[in-house]
């Protein structure tokens, strides 16, 4: 079923129509509904590159892959175990399905996954820190399977979580769900955002600036910027073929962020605990799908 996009036109920009001709001098004055070429048009106007039924697949099957990466990461996610000894089971289960870790080198970052215990926001590089009984762990796992991108995070409790922890994580889990539930053709990137912002705070928790979600697929990070605040109604019109992330990172007290001498390691100002869940997913006719779908 073919439905009706619901997009602004200016009169000066391109004709949607793919004429090559502005909006005024072409299909503005017709009665009936334009043919909008919906690829050119969002390539040209937001840089997004709608993707197609062999992308989406391509995708999804990388997306299987990080998902399993997930669940084999999960079971050593115990007391005692290093965040390299996690890297290292994500990387040697990425390469033994003939797949690439897409963070290992990527600008320059060391490691194959992201492991951000605690008051680490995001961008946590593995190391010889050991996890504590009473820890939060976010893993981050991008893979690059045939050359499609899939990124997905969970963050998980290392044995029993006190109080603040189980605060954190179900508030973000539900700043996650919020932002899901206003992914469909007829809203836009803005509802995502304000859905999660709002959740956030009105739980007195905050919602991390810095860093947003964003479309992906075919590179690691492409157009549109997905902001985890914001405006109802604002950016960019959700339509078929759209993939991106959404990854809201929310901070038990202020959203102000550190990086360390790293360069990479992103923590919370005022030593609270932070949280994040992320997958990737694909705008449909009337909702999305995830490619990576973790269960959140
Ligand atoms: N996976 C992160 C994201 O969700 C990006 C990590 S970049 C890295 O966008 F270089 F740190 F791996
Ligand atoms: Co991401
Ligand atoms: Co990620």
């Known amino acids: 079923m073919k439905k009706t996009v619901n997009i602004k036109i200016g009169r000066n920009e391109d004709c949607p129509c793919g004429s090559g001709k502005k909006y005024k001098k072409c299909c503005e004055g017709i009665k009936k509904p334009i043919q909008v070429n919906l690829e050119k048009h969002y390539k040209k106007k937001y840089g997004i590159h709608l993707k197609n039924v062999e992308q989406i697949e391509g995708i999804r099957k990388a997306g299987i892959l990080v998902v399993e990466t997930h669940k084999l990461a999960e079971q050593y996610i115990k007391p005692g175990i290093s965040t390299n000894e996690i890297n290292d089971i994500i990387h040697e289960h990425t390469i033994k399905n003939g797949a690439i870790p897409a963070p290992l080198n990527y600008k320059g970052y060391p490691k194959s996954a992201c492991v ?15 996890l504590q009984d009473g820890d939060i762990v976010n893993v981050d796992i991008t893979s690059i399977l045939d050359g499609y991108y899939a990124d997905s995070n969970q ?3 290392v044995g029993t979580p006190g109080d603040d922890a189980k605060k954190i994580v179900q508030v973000v889990r539900d700043c996650f769900k919020a932002g899901m539930s206003m992914v469909k053709p007829g809203n836009t990137i803005g509802d995502i955002g304000w859905a999660i912002q709002d959740h956030a705070e009105k739980n007195n928790c905050s919602v991390v600036r810095e860093f947003i979600g964003h479309g992906i697929g075919l590179d690691f990070h492409e157009a549109p ?7 109802k109604g604002s950016g960019v019109p959700l339509v ?13 007290g202020g959203p102000r962020l550190y990086i360390l001498d ?10 609270s605990l932070s949280a994040q869940f992320e997958e990737t997913i694909v705008v449909t ?10 269960g959140i």
């Open 225 to 231: 910027q997905v902001p985890h605040f914001g405006k």
């Open 116 to 130: 951000s215990v605690n008051d680490v926001i995001c961008h946590g590089i593995p190391g010889d820190l050991i």
């Open 262 to 271: 790293d360069e990479w390691t992103a923590v919370t100002a005022d030593g």
């Open 285 to 294: 006719e009337d909702g999305y799908d995830s490619l990576t779908p973790m």
């Open 155 to 157: 963050t998980l409790f």
């Open 240 to 252: 078929p073929g759209m993939v991106f992330t959404v990854e809201p990172m929310v901070n038990l």
